[in-house]
């Protein structure tokens, strides 16, 4: 059975933090769901337009992956959306693969408590938002547990394929990382 991930994104996401990992997973044969917060067409943070699949709040699976991109506003705007919270608690009370990049590891993870006793990463300068129980890590990617983290947009790809190892495993992500000339 295929495995499922859910890449949410709302209006000021980045755009390569978004697309990037849905292609490797997709490239990956994980069946990828793009859901818009609040509206089919959401709009990046340097102008670039994408259609989703489902708004977030049709969505009823619980997927095996929830990701979420970063860039301002759009890690805001998913930090503010009650929907979110309740996603990753449901996703965290079941151990599912939870994976942020860039702002959305201190603004959406952080708050909702799934860092904490954990190492995480973010975008530099963000981990003042990590509480003290979080240990912050210059790394492009991390993985602890069932949380994935990463840097920002150069981390993108590497974000993406560490993704696609915790769902289909490590010969599968070394053979697309590959196919996309990456040293992964």
Do not use: W
């Not at 009650?82 to 599912?96: F, G, P, Q, W, Y």
Request: charged share 25%; hydrophobic share 45%; with cysteine.
């Amino acid at each position: 059975m295929k495995k499922k991930a859910l890449m949410v994104i709302a209006d000021g996401f980045e755009e390569v933090e978004a697309v990037t990992p849905v292609d490797v997973l997709r490239r990956s044969e994980v069946e990828v769901t793009v859901a818009g917060l609040g509206k089919d067409i959401v709009t990046g943070a340097h102008g670039l337009s994408i259609k989703t699949d489902i708004l977030l709040e049709e969505y009823k699976e619980l997927p095996d992956a929830l990701v979420f991109p970063g860039g301002m506003p759009g890690a805001e705007n998913l930090a503010s959306s009650s929907t979110v919270k309740n996603l990753v608690s449901k996703m965290d009370d079941e151990s599912r693969i939870i994976a942020a990049i860039c702002a959305s590891p201190a603004l959406v993870l952080a708050p909702s408590g799934v860092l904490s006793g954990k190492k995480a990463t973010c975008y530099p300068g963000l981990e003042k938002n990590f509480s003290t129980d979080i240990k912050f890590v210059k790394e492009d990617v991390v993985r602890e547990g069932n949380i994935i983290t990463s840097r920002g947009p150069a981390t993108a790809l590497k974000f993406g394929l560490v993704i696609a190892e915790a769902l289909v495993g490590k010969p599968k992500a070394e053979m697309v990382a590959g196919q996309m000339l990456s040293s992964y």
